[in-house]
């Protein structure tokens, strides 16, 4: 039976970087997941009879939510669900069951690298039929209904047992419960060399991935223990855990700390990395070496072709704006277009559907190619064991040719987390009044070439998406800039990226915090960050 509940808008379901993100006690207010995703079902057209994939990161309400999911897919007219055993999918399989299946969308639930439990963060994604985020014109048009809607439809029916395979019906709609991992281990194995990289395992090359207690861990324990033969243990972390062991399932170097010691230890293995809650970040670390993942994207774009499926070459590089230039270099020597594109995976999808690019990444630990339409953090890990399998050389000797041969981008972001809003705000705006004098002045020597606030022309369906971080360029390829996190959940969290280009390789081997001291401190004197925000010092360092 399909029963149509009255319900009343809430005003605060605005989709940011990477969909709806709030607190779980938000969200179990009466009919708030309901309403947003009748929202969506409701910004749609055209969906009836078709398949709908539902899955999340395993965090604390995951389970809960997906039941209202199916029971309103279903109420909605979907002709059938596709979700994980245990409600649980990495946001890049979900991706890739999508495209598999040519499901209508899909919807991920995960707040990704933000902590779990009932009073920490959930979140609700929608993506379309290419496997990828929905673009901002449909997360407008959702937003724009939540502000009005007064009911939804449900399926007034019993839960479906998650954890059993198989088919099972609600309300006349068959749902799918399928094997979280196999048809993402499947696509891994179509990519890339495993048997190249198994003879490396076999012959004594020791890696750890920590899992960190989130969605990762099954697909990591199946693909590099027991497919690839990395030894048992490998593996840290690998039971996904409603509240992550309480820690932030954000693979950088404040929270997977422990690996980052492990790594830079005499006895540290080959290869170290992790992945966030959703599966879609990374974190590459060799023995004595942390890539910025940055230089990560570079390097990955410029060794692609010694894996499989990248064979062909790329047909060009997508990262965004906050990225460092190092990806530019390498198009720029392969002779293929560099995109860059605002913050957030969704603008990259129209760029891998016409085929313009062939690899995408951003700052933040994510990388991603156009096997999915997610930043895939297995993936990049993937990609980097196949390089390393083929080279036959160590991370840190892979890296430093990379810098001698491409001059080396010093990179940092600085993160204030839960600055007050109005500050926030204000120190965004005072820069962008500011925008036009900027040019021309100097800063404890360096010059000021340009300064904006970033807007972005899609080449392919034209769409202009305006505020996306303030830039401010330096003679000589130097660069600050300035803008807002859309993922936060409590204030505001100001993101400072600085970046310098070195091209002398005698200078490659300073400590990063140190080659960018002189930006940083131009940073506070243009932006007055210490002044407005009342932090002497970033939260993050990454
Ligand atoms: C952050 C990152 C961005 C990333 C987004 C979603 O967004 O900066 O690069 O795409 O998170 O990643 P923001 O608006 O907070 O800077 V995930 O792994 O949280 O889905
Ligand atoms: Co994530």
Known sequence: MITTVK??????????????????????????????????????????????????????????????????AAANGFGQVIVGRGGILSTPAA??????????????????????????????????????????????????????????????????????????TVAGMSVAVIDPVTDYAELMEELFDFGAIRDMFAGGFRMVFDAMSAVTGPYAKEILENRLGAPKGSVLNF?????????????????ARALYEAMMADDAPDFGAASDGDGDRNLIIGRGIFVTPSDSLALLAANAHLAPGYSKGLAGIARSMPTSGAADRVA?????GLYETPTGWKFFGNLLDAGKVTICGEESAGTGSDHVREKDGLWAVLLWLNILAVRKESVLDI????????????????????????AA???????????????????????????????????????V???????????????????????????????????????????????????????????????GIKARTGRSAPSVIT
Do not use: C
Not at 35 to 40: A, G, K, R, T, Y
Not at 239 to 255: K, Q, R, S, W
Not at 399 to 422: I, L, M, P
Not at 498 to 521: K, N, V
């Open 7 to 72: 319900t009343k808008p809430y005003d605060d379901q605005k989709p940011g970087t990477s969909g709806l993100r709030k607190k779980v006690p938000i969200f179990q207010q009466k009919n708030y997941a309901e309403n947003f995703i009748q929202s969506i079902f409701d910004s749609l057209e055209g969906f009836a009879g078709q398949t709908l994939v539902i899955g999340g990161d395993g965090r604390y309400y995951n389970r809960e939510v997906i039941q209202i999911a199916i029971k309103m």
């Open 332 to 336: 720029e020597k392969l002779g293929i």
């Open 239 to 255: 039971m996904p855990l409603p509240d992550f062991g309480g820690h932030h399932p954000d693979p950088n170097l404040v929270h």
């Open 95 to 168: 991706s890739n069951l999508i495209r598999k299946n040519k499901a209508f969308g899909g919807i991920i639930l995960s707040a990704s690298h933000n902590p779990g439990g009932p009073t920490e963060d959930f979140g609700i994604k929608y993506n379309i039929g290419n496997g990828g985020p929905a673009p901002e014109k449909i997360t407008d048009a959702i937003f724009a209904r939540s502000k009005v809607i007064d009911s939804y439809k449900i399926a007034d029916a019993a839960d479906i047992n998650l954890d059993l395979e198989g088919k099972h």
């Open 399 to 422: 890296v430093q040719k990379h810098w001698a041969t491409y001059g080396r981008n010093y990179y940092s972001r600085h993160d204030y987390e839960e600055v007050e809003t109005e």
């Open 425 to 463: 705000n204000g120190l965004i705006e005072d820069l962008r009044k500011r925008l036009a004098d900027l040019p021309g002045k100097a800063f404890d020597g360096r010059v000021v070439e340009m300064a904006d606030d970033f807007a972005y022309h899609d080449p392919i369906d034209k769409s």
């Open 465 to 527: 998406s305006k505020h996306q971080g303030i830039r401010i360029l330096f003679v000589g390829g130097s660069r600050i800039v300035f803008r807002l996190s859309g993922t936060g959940t409590a204030g505001a969290t100001l993101r400072v990226y600085i970046e310098r280009f070195e091209p002398d390789a005698s200078r490659h081997g300073m400590e990063t915090q140190e080659a960018l001291a002189d930006l940083i401190a131009i940073a506070d004197e243009i932006a």
